[in-house]
């Protein structure tokens, strides 16, 4: 059976960091790419950041430079680290596994398609940055 939970979320000031965690069970982060998405209230679930079984990452472009997605092979969690949060960062942020997309591709999977296309998610972690 597979499960995602992550960690990590909280309210914190523009411009401060967070770190999520999604730890998994019932797969092996070897077989997987696994997705960083997040929700916002009104908004489409988008694709925030992405790795391979390969480590290969993918950002979209209003993360680039703040936020890096690594791998814990170890621990089978994979983490998200959030630097210089802005408001427009404020969401409920999800972690999700694929076992045939690359990054780039499980991360641009349409907004109003993705649930339904990938199968496997978290509970959700609420990320708040105040101004």
């Known amino acids: 059976q597979v499960q995602l939970v992550e960690s990590g979320g909280g309210l914190v000031q523009s411009g401060g960091s967070l770190r999520l965690s999604c730890a998994v069970s019932?797969?092996?982060?070897?077989?997987?790419?696994i997705g960083w998405f997040r929700q916002a209230p009104g908004k489409e679930r988008e694709g925030v950041s992405c790795?391979?079984?390969?480590?290969?990452?993918y950002y979209t472009d209003s993360v680039k430079g703040r936020f890096a997605v690594s791998r814990g092979d170890a621990t089978n969690t994979v983490y998200l680290q959030m630097n210089s949060l802005k408001p427009e960062d404020t969401a409920t942020y999800y972690c999700a596994v694929d076992y045939l997309l690359s990054a780039d591709q499980l991360c641009n999977v349409p907004g109003n398609r993705v649930t339904s296309l990938v199968l496997y998610w978290g509970q959700g972690t609420q990320v708040t940055a105040s101004s």
């Open positions: 019932g797969i092996t982060l070897d077989d997987v790419t």
């Open positions: 790795i391979s079984n390969s480590g290969t990452t």
